[in-house]
Structures are given as C-alpha cells and as structure tokens.
C-alpha cells in the first residue's frame, strides 16, 4: 500500500511545531538523548558521540521513506528551539494502527508540551491517517509518561513482559478513535453498541 502521500512533513499546535526530523537536527538532538535524565526509561542508551545522533536520524529516515515510521523534531514555536522529538514508532495502515513515542529535554518537563506533542500527533492519526488505534509502550516506574497518557485518555492495557530484549517488562496503554468518515466525506462519532 503507497503510504508516503499521507504523511506529513509538518504538524502544528498551539506552542509546537512537530517537522520530520532531518540530519540538521543533530547536534539539538544529540544534546537531549545524551541526557541520561532523558534516556532513562527510552530503549536506547544515553548517546556519548554526534555520530550516533547522525546514525538514529538516518535510520529513522530511512523508516519514514518506507512509510513504517515517522519522528519528528519537536520545536517550541517562539524560541524556535528543538525541545524534544516525537512520531510513530511503528505504522501499520492494514491494521489501522501505530505505536507512539516521544522524549523532551528535561528543562521542558511539566510544562505541558508532551502532551501537546502528543496529541497533535493522535489527532494527525486519527484525522489525516485514519489509523483507529493508538498504542504506547512505557516503563512503569516513568510516572511523566503515564500521567501524559492518562491526561490523553489513553487507556492501560496490560503488561508487555520483556519487550523487545529489554530486561523490565513495558505498560501498554491503547487509544481508540471512535471517528469515522461518512460516504459524504463529512467526519462523524462512530456508534457504539
């Protein structure tokens, strides 16, 4: 299925603007994933060379082209400053689906702008994608990260034991779209029951 016209390069919110990330982006990038504050609970390794910053990007480049995922570099609009980067992780159009992640520079904490962020990335998904469900997989002992997606309605699924080689076990939590479009291209809520 020819995915890469449904996706964007650019996503804006009210504060933030979500643009797909690019190698310029590395050095502002290196900077947050060499924060071991950040990295904590990620599946990577706190980065120690630019390099490495320069190879992810290219990898997820390299996703993005095959249309299995997309991250973007988030920017605080007024500062024009990379702060974070956020995407899917994993898209899978046939299922309707995708896994999310996101990360913030950690003077950006509890300000508001990961879930910011990550909304404009559901309602991206929802709307533009037409994707029906959204999953996240996170640490449990990242209370930033759950309290985010509990604030979204994200709804805790279960437990994903040794996730991906990791040693501790992952919380899946799931949103649902409950949107879908009528034959007059109008956007409706689903009916239940």
Not at 13 to 26: E, H, P, Q, S, V
Not at 76 to 90: Q, R
Not at 129 to 139: F, G, M, R, S, W
Not at 141 to 167: C, H, P, T
């Amino acid at each position: 299925m020819e995915v890469k016209h449904l996706i964007v390069n650019t996503i804006r919110t009210k504060r933030l603007m979500l643009r797909k990330m690019d190698k310029c982006d590395a050095n502002s990038l290196f900077a947050i994933w060499s924060n071991p504050k950040v990295t904590k609970y990620m599946n990577i390794e706190g980065f120690t060379r630019i390099k490495e910053a320069e190879e992810m990007i290219a990898f997820l480049s390299d996703l993005s082209e095959r249309g299995e995922a997309i991250r973007y570099s988030i920017f605080e609009k007024n500062s024009n400053t990379i702060i974070g980067s956020c995407g899917f992780n994993s898209l899978n159009f046939e299922a309707k689906s995708a896994e999310i992640g996101y990360d913030l520079d950690s003077q950006f904490w509890n300000k508001g702008y990961g879930t910011e962020a990550v909304n404009g990335l559901v309602d991206y998904a929802f709307h533009q994608l037409n994707l029906k469900i959204i999953e996240a997989k996170v640490d449990p002992r990242n209370i930033l990260s759950i309290k985010l997606l509990q604030k979204l309605n994200f709804e805790l699924q279960g437990i994903v034991e040794e996730n991906e080689g990791q040693a501790d076990d992952l919380y899946l939590y799931t949103k649902e779209s409950h949107i879908q479009k009528s034959s007059n291209g109008w956007i409706v809520p689903s009916q239940k029951g």
